[in-house]
């Protein structure tokens, strides 16, 4: 069964912090995507970040990082030094090969950057 | 300039009425989607289409009918509904079923008096 869990509700912290968003998923296939979204206040969801599952080298974009380890499953997302625009809720999804490109997204975790 | 546009973006409405969420996008993706994301902000595939074709029909009441009169559009239609049905629905787009990831539009919030 496929399954994503971000164990953290919610995070808050201020400016200029290291933040980092956990994210373990499930799966039996071999071959799957690992996405990160955005939802900032406005609603709208923002694509960050897809990973497919034979890539296991960590993304740096900006402030933007993330860290993909097959052996805990987990795909990890690092902010640092945050800032006030990134309070948003940010989700990890999964997608699996032959899955008609269906996403499984986990609970979201609500980031809340304080000035 | 919009790439998935969905209308209206507010929808209030009496229980027991039908309604339909419209949704395009200009990508020429081939492949479109509908998500529910309810009050916990929790997210689940409904339907999706690949050039007007279903392939995804997660468990959803029959209430909730999606209609694609071309691969560019996919409409929503929700008859009879129900409190439960308040929420706020996403459409997507993505270039086909191989895992490219998907563009959302802006979200309709549906409430349900």
């Known amino acids: 069964a496929q399954k994503v869990t971000q164990a953290q509700t919610e995070i808050s912290v201020v400016e200029k912090e290291d933040v980092t968003l956990d994210c373990v998923y499930e799966t039996r296939d071999t071959t799957y995507y690992l996405f990160w979204y955005k939802q900032p206040p406005s609603g709208e969801l923002v694509f960050l970040i897809r990973?497919?599952?034979?890539?296991?080298q960590n993304e740096i974009s900006g402030r933007y990082s993330w860290n993909f380890q097959k052996s805990t499953s987990s795909f990890n997302f690092t902010i640092t030094a945050s800032q006030v625009v990134d309070s948003a809720v940010y989700f990890c999804a999964l997608s699996e090969q032959g899955g008609y490109n269906k996403l499984i997204f986990g609970a979201g975790t609500r980031l809340a950057v304080h000035p | 300039d919009t790439a998935v546009s969905q209308t209206p973006k507010y929808l209030v409405t009496q229980m027991g009425n039908d309604k339909s969420i419209k949704c395009e996008q200009n990508l020429g993706h081939d492949t479109m989607y509908w998500y529910k994301q309810d009050s916990k902000k929790f997210l689940k595939i409904m339907f999706s289409?690949?050039?007007?074709?279903?392939?995804i029909n997660e468990t959803v009441p029959n209430r909730f009918s999606p209609k694609s009169p071309d691969k560019a559009h996919l409409n929503l239609h929700i008859n009879s509904l129900e409190l439960g049905d308040s929420a706020v629905y996403f459409c997507?787009?993505?270039?086909?079923?191989?895992?490219?990831?998907?563009?959302f539009g802006d979200g309709t919030r549906l409430s349900i008096l």
């Open positions: 990973r497919n599952s034979f890539d296991e």
């Open positions: 289409y690949n050039n007007k074709e279903l392939i």
């Open positions: 997507a787009s993505s270039p086909g079923t191989n895992n490219q990831p998907q563009h």
